[in-house]
């Protein structure tokens, strides 16, 4: 599936790095979706973008931040991470109010040091 | 509330057997189903999914699965598994007129030769 992907592929970072996790969707799709899988975990939903704009946003540390520059394109800024927030970040894209059903990209495994 | 429930964390079988994952769900509206597969390093990949209608749904590579409302359940099932249907396999519940998804924890199928 090439409809959504994701840069880079994998992440090593240190706690005191600040990067960027890049996703792009090629569906034509309107909202998009940043998740956090974790071993022995459900999916975690961390941001959601409907026509660019954040509707929700669960709880998630201000150590995460999404940027939304259009409907194509999703961001995730990453600073002073700790350890646990080592995991496999996965970005998704939907068409809004048709069906539910998402894409999802191949993700960014991301290790915190 | 709703939330999704997968029994079984692994479901080992032989190669060519037929396997069943179990999917249970709660919910006090009206739902979408889903079922996901992810292989190793990979994001999540639509296998099926129920909307309205029939509720036996077939899917892609043989799986199919069955809505059966009174039980709330939403079982995923192959009559002869490969080596290459080795995955992780997720159930999620889409909440309607939403375009969120809540997910299971996940089934590890691993199929033997």
């Known amino acids: 599936e ?8 994998h992440l090593v970072m240190g706690m005191t790095n600040k990067k960027s996790l890049k996703c792009e969707q090629h569906l034509g799709h309107n ?23 954040r509707v929700e946003n669960n709880s998630v540390p201000s150590r995460f931040s999404p940027e939304c520059p259009n409907s194509s394109h999703l961001f ?30 191949p993700g960014t495994r991301l290790t915190v040091l | 509330a ?12 032989f190669e060519e057997a037929p396997v ?18 992810q292989y190793p390093n990979q994001g999540l990949q639509l296998l099926l999914k129920y909307l309205s209608g029939s509720t036996l749904v077939k899917g892609i590579n043989g799986f199919e699965a069955e809505f059966n409302k009174s039980q709330t359940s939403f079982h995923l099932r192959k009559p002869s598994v490969h080596i290459s249907d080795t995955a992780e396999y997720f159930c999620a519940v889409g909440i309607r007129d939403t375009d969120k998804l809540i997910f299971g924890t996940g089934t590890r199928l691993q199929v033997f030769p």
């Open chain 1, 31 to 53: 909202a998009m979706y940043w998740y956090k899988q974790s071993a022995k975990k459900p999916l975690e939903l961390m941001f959601v973008y409907s026509l660019e704009e």
């Open chain 2, 20 to 37: 069943e994952l179990r999917c249970n769900y709660s919910s006090s509206v009206s739902v979408y189903l889903f079922w996901y597969v």
């Open chain 1, 76 to 105: 995730l800024h990453l600073h002073t991470l700790q350890p646990e927030d080592s995991a496999l970040y996965l970005c998704a894209s939907s068409q809004e109010g048709y069906e539910g059903t998402q894409y999802f990209g």
């Open chain 1, 2 to 9: 090439t409809g959504v992907t994701q840069t880079p592929r």
């Open chain 2, 2 to 13: 709703q939330s999704v429930t997968q029994l079984d964390s692994q479901v080992p079988v």
